[in-house]
Each structure stands twice: as structure tokens, then as C-alpha cells.
């Protein structure tokens, strides 16, 4: 087979660096005893150690040291130049080591360069350490730990299955100190000197086996192949595939007049039971009625099934009630509960949503069309799941992604994943992972890590609503669905299940739970059409937009015309003459004046007043609206038109300042609103001098029953705490109690 330079250059360089090792000068071992190890334990380890890596960097052992840290490898064998270690303590490359400390001898950096052209290898006894493992400590693991402690168990977190993985340690930190037995964990635990005491639930090794885990952890704990778990054998019928079983022979074959019948009557057998009667017909008829459809037969359907006498009569019921659309509602319902649906839940007074989603009663009708589709189970999976990339251009399939929706949960994101991984594998592999959400499952075959990698499937997804045509509001209808917002998110494991402690040092990738075989996945990026990535895009949606803000616009034009003639109506009232307020009546001989006549009609032209200049607002507002989103539509079928046109910055330019002058106008519109609701809940002593506007109104013409003009801290009446009426001979009344209260 050809290769390519690059290739065999590569494999050169891996092969020297083989060698290299292999062919150490045979006194480099004791070079490294005498001379280096003195030093990286004085000036190296205390920060480059197994428990702190800074900067990723372990030199504590040989691969360690080859796998380097976030710069990369530490050294190349044979090339003291080129090895970073050299240039640092060297003091050729920043930062200087040891860090913020005096420079190492020149002596001591010679040393270095030398073991490094050596091929710095490490202990003279690894090869003893070396055979220690194949010959006693490898039987040892494999009998006593790696049953719990493998790649797909992980019991606390920790897999003894490779040099590095034991390294590594797990949640409680590393394992081994190799070439320190003593202060090792793993030590500890199979010497019962700390507990839990290992191997977990069994008996004590033998002191002999102790000390050969301890002189292979003083030979630096090296490995000479991974360890072999074995496969967890699955018993449970649970995990079986299943196998169709025969049909049994049975005595009363009278009875039987379908297989299932068969293994009903095999039973009867065994058990000595004889079978009831068949039911009658108006018993019949009941039952399926209310098995298909919920319901039972009206009268008139039932007097139809007493009157048919043909053989297949209650075959055709059952066709009648499987075409009936009620028995996709029956039978959805059943499945609704499986897969939890559930409207939207939240702050309903300020239309904030915390769970689930708006209008996802469309993933609803989704599950009752299928189900009266008959469309198949697996198709129903496939199109919950993965509905966005299986169709993503297809609202029909996109709804059933309200599965997904369904799950989102507004204060955290954790629990929203979390409630996602635990209700999927319940409602489609019959199984609960929650326990594995923190620590390997103590029953079923499910991994701490299997969790973590089912999660990774759904990491990147996100809910949104999709606009449907006819319907520019997103509040009265839209599609809730679930795509693919940041695809390059990464999963960690949570140590324990504490979100607050991922393993961030090792990202899992999505993957099946182990036990179904880790079929190998292939997952692949999808280029997505614009519509999909970008949903309001549409023509539909742009004419829609378009619409609904010229109908607010003759909708505001009405409601502007109504408030004026509520004004004119209003003043017209004031101008009438008032008659006596009558008393009302109190307690005892005392007796409670009533609001007078000209208080109420007052009181409607104030509110007229407010009411009109409300409505004025939000006309300006809504006519503002209509070219800031023709503009924006031109910009963006501009932007993404298949050659954008030369003018695309000046037409982007003019939607953002028409947008900007829109938003001015609404923002003053909700003021104002505001204001007026603010004012409308005081009292009404803090309102405005009632005496003193009364005076106003009667002192200037017929034609001016209240001032033209208005001037207050607010732009609204009868809202404002502090009012200032301005008479027709310029004089000002202020409110009633201010130190500069003066009526004239």
C-alpha cells in the first residue's frame, strides 16, 4: 500500500522515539535515581504532581511526563533541545521553572539534558515492576477489582482497566502514588487500613498478595496491557431478545379460535379451571365500545349490532370504532401519560412560562393522528426523538418534538437534561437510570457513565415556537419544537451526581448504554436550509407580520374615534346643570354627603381625557410598527436573497432606525399606560384639588369647559399625584395640602 510522505515521516518519528526508549544508555536508570528524581521532587512535584497537574502536567510518572500538559509533551526523548522541560528550566522559554524560585544549577540542568538524551526513562526496577504485574498483580486486579472498577462500571468513578485510567484515580481523588505504597489509596483499602475496605462485601487478601500490590506500587505501578473486564452477563429476562415460544396443545381446542386463546386454555389446564361463558352480545358490544373508544353504544347503535345476524357483525364494529376518530383519543390518552404530557405551567398573571411550552397541544394531536393513523411505534420513537433532522422542513413531524419540549424547565437547565435522560429511558426501555445520574446502577446493567453518555445525545437541543400561517402572534398559536442550538456543547460526567463538580478533564460523546452491544456510532453534521435554521424567514410569515400591523393600525384608528366621541360626551355631561346631591344615609341622627353630580361628570371627562391621549399613543405607536417591519423584511430578503444587492448596509441601515424610532414610540406608549394604571390605584386625595379644577371649568367660556392644556409631572389625567391646571387668565391652582396651595 502507497503512503504519503507525511505518513511515513510520522511513523519514523514514532519509531525513534521507540527505539530511543528501548536503547537507553543502561546507566540512564540510575542517572534518573540519583540525579533527576532528587529534583522534581524538591522543585517539580510539589506542583506537577498526581494530585495538582498544573497545568495538566503530571511528572510524577514515565507517561506522565510523555503525555505532557496543556502545551503538550513535557520532553522528546533523545532531543534535549526540543523538549520543553529543558527549555524551561533552562530558561530558554517563559515561564522560567521552577517557577518563581531561584534557577536550578548548571550542573543539575546538564543532568537533565543528558537523561533526556538518554530517552529519559524513569526507575531502574520498572522492568522488575514490569514482570511483578504480569506475573501476580494483573491476576489480582482481574479477580478482586476490575469487576467493579472497568471502563463501563466505574464504581466511584474509577477504572482500573489502564495505566492511565488508574492514574487518573476517581471521585475521590488518584488511587496510587507510584513508587509510594504506603500513601497510596488502593494500598490502604486492600490492607483494610482505611475504609471501605476492598475488595467491597468479600474476604481480606493474603499478605502476600498485599505485599506484591505494594512492591508493584514501589516500582511505580506500570502496566504491561490492559486489564480484561469481561462482559456482565445479562440474566434478567428483561435483556433477552425475545424468542416466539410454541403454541401448546391443549384439550379443550373447542374453545381455542385464536393462539393467544391457546396459552389461555393451557393454563386453565394446569390450574383446573374451566373458562366463564361467552358474554352476551349487548355485553359484547359494551365492552369493545368502551375498550376502543371510552364510550358505550347508544341505543340506536346497539338495537343496529342486536339486528345484524351475520357472521362477521362484530368484526365490522371493530373496523367501525378503529376508523372513529375518538379512538385515537381513547387510545392517545393512555400514551399522553406514558410520555407525560402536560400543558403549560407558569406565572400565568404575567404570561411567563417555567415548564413545558405554549401550544403544545400540538404535539397532543400529534399522538392522537398517529394513533388513528396506525402509524407504527417505532416511527413514533424515531419521530419524537429526532423529528427536527428527520424532517425538519415539515411542521407535522416537527410537532412531535413536543416531546422534547415538553420537558423544558425555566430555572434550570440541569434539571430540564436531567427530567429528559430519566422519563426517556422510562417511557421507551422500560427502565429507571436515575440512580445512575450519580453512581453506577446497583441492579440494572446501567453505568455511571452510560448516563453521562445518553445525556450527551440531548446536550445540544433547545425549544423554540415556530409561527404557522395565518397567525403573526406567537402568544395565540405557534409550534413548539426542539432543534439543535449549540451542537458543539460538550457533556461531562457530574462526580457523585453534584453538577457543581464535573469532570471537566474528560467530555463524554454520545453512545448507547453499553449493555445493548456500543454499536458504533457515526455522527455527522447536517447542512440545514435557511427556513429551518432561521424559521422567520418565510414569505408566510413575513405577510403575516405585514398584516397584523396594518390591521393594529385600524384597529388603533377605531378605538382613537370611539375615545373621542367618549370625550365629547363626557364634557357634554359637565356642561349640563347638576342637581342636589342627596344625602346618604349613616349611623344614628348623622348622615354621609354622596358624590355630587358635577364630581361624576368631572370624573368622566378626566378619564375621557386619559383614555384619548392613550389611544393617541398607541396609534402613533402602531403606525410606526407597519415600515419598521417592511423595512427589516426588505433587509433581510436582501441579506439572504442568493447574490445580496449592492444597497444591503443602506437597507439594514434604514430597518434599524425605522426599528429604533418604533421601539422609541412603544416605549412611550407603555409608559403612559403605566402611569395611568399607577395613578388610577392611589387614593383619591393624592390625585388632584377637585374644588379648585370645578372653579377652573365654570370661570372660562361656554366653549372651554376645561383649559387646553394640561401641565403636570405626568402626561396623563386623572393620574398624576401633583396637578397643575392652567386657567384661561394664566393663573395655576395647585393640589389642595402643597405648601404653594392658592385658588383664585
Known amino acids: 500500500m502507497l503512503q504519503s510522505n507525511s505518513t511515513r515521516h510520522l511513523k519514523t518519528i514514532a519509531l525513534a522515539f521507540i527505539l530511543l526508549a528501548a536503547l537507553a544508555a543502561p546507566g540512564a536508570e540510575k542517572l534518573f535515581t540519583d540525579s533527576i528524581r532528587p529534583v522534581f521532587e524538591k522543585s ?58 531561584d534557577p536550578l544549577p548548571k550542573e543539575t540542568i546538564d543532568r537533565i539534558a543528558e537523561w533526556i538524551k538518554a530517552g529519559a526513562p524513569y526507575e531502574e526496577n520498572a522492568d522488575a515492576g514490569v514482570a511483578l504485574f504480569r506475573e501476580h498483580v494483573r491476576t489480582l486486579l482481574e479477580g478482586n477489582c476490575v469487576k467493579c472498577h472497568n471502563s463501563q462500571l466505574k464504581r466511584s468513578g474509577l477504572d482500573l482497566s489502564t495505566h492511565e485510567t488508574l492514574l487518573r484515580g476517581g471521585d475521590t481523588g488518584p488511587v496510587v502514588v507510584p513508587g509510594d505504597a504506603k500513601s497510596s489509596v488502593l494500598y490502604k483499602r486492600v490492607s483494610h487500613l482505611e475504609q471501605p475496605a476492598m475488595p467491597f462485601g468479600g474476604q481480606k487478601l493474603p499478605d502476600a498478595a498485599i505485599a506484591q500490590i505494594a512492591d508493584w506500587i514501589n516500582a511505580g505501578a506500570p502496566y504491561d496491557a490492559p486489564l480484561a473486564a469481561g462482559k456482565a452477563q445479562l440474566t434478567h429476562w428483561a435483556f433477552k431478545r425475545p424468542a416466539r415460544p410454541p403454541v401448546p396443545e391443549v384439550q379443550n381446542r373447542s374453545w381455542v379460535r385464536n393462539p393467544i386463546d391457546a396459552f389461555v386454555a393451557a393454563e386453565h389446564g394446569k390450574r383446573g379451571l374451566k373458562p366463564l361463558a361467552s358474554a352476551d352480545r349487548r355485553t359484547l358490544l359494551r365492552r369493545v365500545y368502551l ?7 347508544t341505543p340506536a347503535e346497539m338495537n343496529v349490532f342486536l339486528a345484524d345476524n351475520s357472521k362477521d357483525a362484530y368484526e365490522k364494529v371493530v373496523d367501525k370504532l378503529l376508523a372513529s376518530p375518538r379512538y385515537g383519543e381513547r387510545w392517545g390518552r393512555h400514551w399522553m401519560d406514558i410520555w407525560r404530557y402536560s400543558d403549560w405551567y407558569g406565572w400565568r398573571a404575567q404570561n411567563q412560562v417555567r415548564y413545558s411550552q405554549r401550544h403544545i397541544w400540538h404535539w397532543r394531536d400529534w399522538i392522537i393522528e398517529s394513533v388513528n393513523k ?51 429511558a422510562m417511557a421507551f426501555l422500560g427502565l429507571t437510570v436515575k440512580c445512575a445520574r450519580c453512581h453506577a446502577h446497583k441492579y440494572d446493567p446501567i453505568t455511571h457513565e452510560d448516563y453521562y453518555r445518553l445525556r450527551a445525545f440531548f446536550e445540544p437541543y433547545d425549544v423554540r415556537t415556530d409561527r404557522v400561517p395565518g397567525q403573526a402572534d406567537l402568544k395565540k398559536d405557534g409550534i413548539p419544537r426542539v432543534y439543535d442550538a449549540h451542537a458543539e456543547t460538550p457533556t461531562y460526567r457530574f462526580v457523585r451526581g453534584a453538577d457543581t463538580d464535573p469532570d471537566t478533564e474528560h467530555p463524554l460523546t454520545p453512545a448507547i448504554p ?188 361656554s366653549s372651554r369647559l376645561l383649559p387646553k392644556r394640561w401641565s403636570h409631572r405626568t402626561p396623563t389625567h386623572p393620574s398624576a399625584k401633583f396637578i397643575r391646571i392652567r386657567a384661561p387668565d394664566g393663573d395655576w391652582p395647585w393640589r389642595a395640602g402643597s405648601p404653594t396651595s392658592r385658588i383664585r
Open 514 to 701: 453499553a449493555f445493548f452491544g456500543n454499536a458504533e456510532l457515526k455522527i455527522t453534521p447536517e447542512t440545514l436550509p435557511l427556513d429551518v435554521y432561521y424559521p422567520d424567514s418565510r414569505p408566510f410569515v413575513h405577510q403575516d407580520l405585514i398584516a397584523a400591523a396594518k390591521g393594529d393600525i385600524e384597529k388603533s384608528e377605531t378605538e382613537l374615534k370611539k375615545a373621542q366621541e367618549e370625550l365629547e360626551k363626557a364634557k357634554l355631561q359637565l356642561s349640563q346643570p347638576a342637581a342636589p346631591a342627596p344625602a346618604a344615609a349613616g349611623g344614628g341622627n348623622r348622615s354621609i354627603p354622596a358624590s355630587s353630580p358635577d364630581d361624576k361628570a368631572l370624573d368622566g371627562v378626566l378619564k375621557a381625557q386619559a383614555g384619548l391621549a392613550l389611544k393617541q399613543k398607541e396609534l402613533a405607536s402602531a403606525r410606526a410598527a407597519l415600515p419598521a417591519i417592511e423595512a427589516r423584511v426588505a433587509a433581510e430578503e436582501a441579506k439572504y436573497a442568493a447574490k445580496p444587492p449592492a444597497n444591503l448596509e443602506e437597507l439594514e441601515s434604514a430597518a434599524l432606525k425605522s426599528e429604533r424610532h418604533a421601539n422609541v414610540l412603544k416605549a412611550e406608549e407603555n409608559l403612559l399606560r403605566a402611569q395611568q394604571e399607577l395613578s388610577a390605584a392611589k387614593p383619591e386625595s393624592e390625585t388632584y384639588d377637585k374644588e379648585a379644577v370645578k372653579k377652573l371649568a365654570r370661570r372660562g367660556p
Open 374 to 424: 396506525d402509524k407504527g411505534y417505532d416511527e413514533m420513537i424515531v419521530e419524537m426523538l429526532a423529528g427536527d433532522e428527520l424532517a425538519p422542513t415539515n411542521p407535522d413531524v416537527t410537532r412531535a418534538t413536543g416531546y422534547l419540549a415538553r420537558n423544558w424547565y425555566m430555572f434550570d437547565r440541569n434539571v430540564w437534561l436531567k427530567d429528559t435522560v430519566d422519563y426517556t
Open 291 to 297: 375498550d376502543l373508544v371510552g364510550l358505550p353504544p
Open 44 to 101: 517539580c512535584l510539589p506542583c506537577h504532581g498526581p494530585q495538582n497537574k498544573s497545568a495538566g502536567l503530571d511528572l510524577s510518572t514515565r507517561d506522565g511526563l510523555l503525555r505532557g500538559g496543556a502545551r503538550g509533551a513535557a520532553v522528546v526523548p533523545g532531543d534535549p533541545k526540543a523538549s520543553l522541560l529543558y527549555k524551561l528550566v533552562a530558561q530558554e522559554a517563559e515561564p522560567h521553572m521552577p517557577y518563581k524560585s
